[in-house]
Structures are given as C-alpha cells and as structure tokens.
C-alpha cells in the first residue's frame, strides 16, 4: 500500500490552525500559498501588486529573479502549467511568521514548508520568505516577495540533489 503525499494526507496543509492565525497580514500570506496550491492565478494576481518584481525559487530550487508584472504573470502561467502537466499537488505548512506593521506598508517573514507530490514521489521543500506589503485603496498587496531555498529533500527525508 504506497502513502498518501504528504500534501493530501489528512486535508491541505495551508488549511489548518496554526499558532500564527490571529497574526497580523497572516490570512493574506495563507491565500498567498492556497492560491498556489490551486493554481488560482486570478486570486494570486489580484493580491499581488510587485512594485519591484519577485525573487521565486525555480523547479530545481535556485533562485528566479522577475522584474515586471509581465515577467511575473508569464512565470506563474508557465509554472501553474508545468504543475497541471506533471500531475503535480503542492501544498504549504507555515512553520514560522513574523510581521511589523507601519501606516502603510508592512514586512513580514514566513518560514515554510512547499511540498511538492508527483505520483508517490514527495519532495519537501523547506523555504524562507521575506514578503513586503503595501497598503493601497483595495486592501493589502504584496510589493516584494524574496523566497529563499534552505533545504530539499524527499519526504522519507533524503536529500535531493541541487
């Protein structure tokens, strides 16, 4: 009897309590990562606003540098593709939030958890992400998102090649 991926095992991971729900921006940063689970573009775009582009992590774990709004929708079209082509689910625990907060624009830093299942497959993905918030007439948006690769490995915890 194979295992179930890590992301469907008891429901998706970005769903469930953590100790960092009353946290300011935090329900933003959950509909961040949901909206990549589902490939929701529409939600994703809606809540981003990338004044400066995004430093994303690539398939392969190294660091994606998107400069425009166009670079930035084109890299999620293409990547919500590749997922949907590969039969792929990806999911996301929050291991750690913090945020500051100002008038107008805000900083927060997740450390978290991207699993990425491909049949019985599982790579675990362990990540840090500075995000930069703005405040702007519809709500909060992402100004700056910079992920960073900590660690990969498979969810029988081998490391996976960089």
Known sequence: MSEKPVSQASGPLIDRPTPFEGE???????????????????????????????????????????????????????????????GADTDTRIDNYQVRMGSDMALSVVEFCQTLAVGDQVGLFDCVATIVWKRTPQGWREARWHASLIRHTTAKGEALPR
Not at 24 to 46: H, N, P, Y
Not at 60 to 81: D, N, P, T
């Open 24 to 86: 300011l921006l935090f329900q933003e940063t959950k509909t961040l990562f949901r909206s990549v689970r589902l490939r929701d573009f529409e939600t994703l775009a809606a809540l981003c606003d990338d004044d400066f582009g995004i430093v994303d992590l690539g398939p392969q774990g190294e660091s994606v540098l998107i400069r425009s709004r166009a670079e930035w929708e084109a890299w999620f079209r293409s990547l919500f593709a590749k997922l949907e082509a590969m």
